[in-house]
């Protein structure tokens, strides 16, 4: 069995990351698409008042969503920074950026099926932030030493 080296795991996180912020970035220019060419199934109307609470909501979510999955990440990124360099390690920081990009990815995708169902073009902010999130996070070769190395 060929042993997986420290670029492979970071060319698999590239891609990974690239595959859920491509994702999101084309299912959202899809929704837009429909909704600006009036094909959209727009299951209902909110009235002017529960617009504005469902965007808190949706960005309270954004927030909370990053917020858990920055804790999680890191908790888990601290009990890996005693273990040794090696294929565990690196799975299981894998898991954690994982778990980190899926909670992350949960409340943009909500927020372009709101759109998509209400055309209500605020809503398309929390996506937007949430791909800029995504973008920020890029895995690259000095956050895994950053987040790896022993504190």
Known sequence: MAQTTTGM????????????????AMFLLLAAGLVLSGKSPRAFVLPADTGHILVLVMYLLAFGALAAG?????RKVTALQQQPAGEGKYS???AATII?????????????????LTGDYVLLGVPLLVIAVFVW???????????LKPA
Do not use: C, W
């Open 100 to 116: 980190r990009y899926a909670l992350l990815e949960a409340p943009s995708l909500i927020g372009i099926v709101l759109f998509m």
């Open 137 to 147: 996070l890029r895995p690259s070769r000095k956050a895994i030493i950053r987040d």
């Open 70 to 74: 920055n804790r999680l990440f890191n």
């Open 92 to 94: 299981s920081y894998r």
């Open 9 to 24: 795991y970071l060319r698999t996180l590239q891609i990974l990351h690239l595959a859920l912020v491509g994702g999101q």
